[in-house]
Structures are given as structure tokens and as C-alpha cells.
């Protein structure tokens, strides 16, 4: 495993030429302030030394809110201030504490659980069957996370063939951005059988990866 030295240096030589600048403690904390935990110290440094978002993983990783400077947003969230303050209102408070950390699209994200201490890692995929199953765990800390990204290409979401072998035979509702299908998940008071249990078996996650 690669120190958090060697891996901020590794994602600061990979990334690309339209990097936006720093961000200023004071946005930091207002992030932290918002999200209801610190940050892991890896991505702390990389918003204070490296940027404010646009590193990482296809150089898309959202930036927090900065009023001052310019950051790099997401597609849903504008930074992980936007997706901390909504994640509070999770009827299941399963996300309170969670960020967006990078959207790939299609509402698919990958989260950022600030809650742990370590940082695990969360998939978000509202193509899936239900809300249930729409998060899963990655079994993978932020700091593991991003030293494996180092040289990934990332032709599918998550990672490299994530859509082979994909077990989910329903897509939901990315197109509306609001309340719980802003999240990427259809409204469950519409579906009759919303008692009843989800037939759905959940792919199994080691280490970052799907392995079905």
C-alpha cells in the first residue's frame, strides 16, 4: 500500500492541465461544518495543496464550495457541500454523513463516508432494482481507493467492466432532479408492492471491485 505521500504525489503528477485552484481553510471547514465530520487527511491536503476538485479518477472529483475561487463542480451536486446538506434529508439517514465525492453520470456516483474515520468508499447506482440496493458498500478505504485509480483508464463507471456481468434487470429514474429522484431513485410510495422483499441478490464488492 502506497503512504499518503506517495499517493498525493502520484494523483498530483496524473493530473490534467485545467486543475482549479486550491481551496482556502475557510471553505474547508465550512465543508466539514456542513458534512457533520472532517474530511480523511489525504483529501484535506489535496483541496489545500493540489485543488479544489478535478483530481482523481478521470479528473472529476468535486470540489467543496468555495465563494472566492473557482472549484470544480459536479453534474448533480454542485460541490460536497450541496450533497452533504441533501444526503441529510436520506429518509433512512443511511447517507447523513456521506458526500458525492465523484459523479460519473447517469446519477451513478461514488460516496465518500466521512462518518468512518478510514473514509470507506460508496457505490451509488439508482440502476439497480430499488432504493435498498442503490448503495452498496465498496470494501475500500478513500486512501486504497485512490492509490488504486492511479493509471486506470475508466472506460465504464466504478471501474474498468463494471457493466459486465451487470445482475440488474430494472433501471431507475436519473432524469429528475428532485427530493428522493434527485438521489436517482423512483418515488416508493408509487410502486404497490412496496412491502413486499426485494428479490434482488446484491453483487458482491471486494476491495473496489464487483465481483458479480
Known amino acids: 500500500m502506497l503512504t499518503p505521500d506517495a499517493i498525493f504525489e502520484a494523483v498530483a503528477a496524473a493530473t490534467g492541465p485545467d486543475l482549479p485552484p486550491v481551496a482556502t481553510p475557510e471553505a474547508v471547514t465550512e465543508a466539514e461544518l456542513a458534512i457533520g465530520y472532517p474530511l480523511p487527511p489525504l483529501l484535506r491536503r489535496l483541496y489545500l495543496e493540489l485543488g479544489n476538485g478535478g483530481f482523481g479518477p478521470r479528473n472529476a472529483i468535486t470540489g467543496i464550495l468555495d465563494l472566492d475561487r473557482d472549484f470544480h463542480h459536479g453534474d448533480i451536486f454542485e460541490s460536497l ?62 486512501n486504497e481507493w485512490l492509490a488504486d485509480s492511479i493509471g486506470q483508464k475508466y472506460d465504464d463507471v466504478f471501474h474498468d467492466g463494471y457493466f459486465e456481468g451487470d445482475t440488474s434487470d430494472t433501471e431507475g429514474d436519473a432524469g429528475d432532479e428532485s427530493g428522493l429522484i434527485r438521489l436517482g431513485v423512483d418515488d416508493v410510495d408509487e410502486d404497490e408492492n412496496q412491502n413486499a422483499p426485494c ?6 464488492w471486494v476491495k473496489g471491485r464487483r465481483l458479480r
Not at 458525492?100 to 465518500?112: F, K, P, Q, R, V
Not at 428479490?199 to 458482491?204: E, I, K, L, R, T
Request: charged share 25%.
Open 81 to 142: 457541500n450541496h450533497s452533504a446538506v441533501e444526503y441529510r434529508h436520506d429518509p433512512d439517514k443511511r447517507m447523513a454523513g456521506m458526500v458525492a465525492l465523484l459523479e460519473w453520470g447517469c446519477a451513478i456516483s461514488t460516496l465518500l463516508d466521512c462518518r468512518d474515520p478510514g473514509g470507506q468508499m460508496w457505490g451509488w447506482d439508482p440502476d439497480t432494482c430499488c432504493r435498498e440496493h442503490s448503495l452498496f458498500p465498496m470494501d475500500i478505504t478513500f
Open 199 to 204: 428479490p434482488y441478490d446484491p453483487p458482491v
